[in-house]
Every structure is written in structure tokens, then in C-alpha cells.
């Protein structure tokens, strides 16, 4: 099978469906089991292309644009208040 070329099993689509329905289900069971389902290889690429892509971009996302940017700007105001307020108690 090759990367853009599906593989098919080798019956004749003239006469298979006149074959007994055990005897079908096993030469499709049997190819499927050796060969898969019988996608061509690049989708297997594509997918795991796709993966990729979306985890490295939602790794760059998250860490140039975090989530909880606001949320960590206030925290970081408010230990500034307290340190501006302890300083200022300390001074007094």
C-alpha cells in the first residue's frame, strides 16, 4: 500500500457479493487484520500532522497568552498594595 493509494482486497466486486456471507466476512476480516481498514497511509500523516500542529500551537498560545493574565495581574497589584502598606506601617 502506498502513501496516497488505498489497498483494497483481492476480490472480484463482479462476484463477491454471490460469494456466501461467512465466506465475505472472512477474506475482509483476514485483509483487514493484515493490511487495515484500507486508508491510504497519508491519513494517518495528515493526523498526526494535525496533532502536532495544534499542541505545539496551543503550547505557543498559552505561553505568550495565558489564561489567567487579568487574574495574575490583580494578585500582583494587590501584593504590591500590601508591601506599599507594610512599608508604610514600618516607616510610621
Given at each position: 500500500m502506498g502513501l496516497t493509494t488505498a489497498d483494497f482486497p483481492p476480490v472480484d466486486p463482479a462476484t463477491f457479493m454471490q460469494t456466501p456471507y461467512r465466506e465475505r466476512?472472512?477474506?475482509?476480516?483476514?485483509h483487514?487484520?493484515?493490511?487495515?481498514?484500507?486508508?491510504p497511509k497519508i491519513t494517518a500523516v495528515i493526523y498526526i500532522a494535525k496533532l502536532l500542529l495544534f499542541y505545539v500551537l496551543g503550547g505557543?498560545?498559552?505561553?505568550?497568552f495565558p489564561i489567567n493574565a487579568k487574574r495574575h495581574d490583580i494578585i500582583r497589584r494587590r501584593l504590591k498594595q500590601r508591601e506599599d502598606r507594610q512599608e508604610r506601617a514600618g516607616a510610621a
Open positions: 466476512t472472512r477474506t475482509l476480516a483476514r483487514w487484520a493484515e493490511y487495515g481498514f484500507g486508508a505557543v498560545l498559552l505561553f505568550y
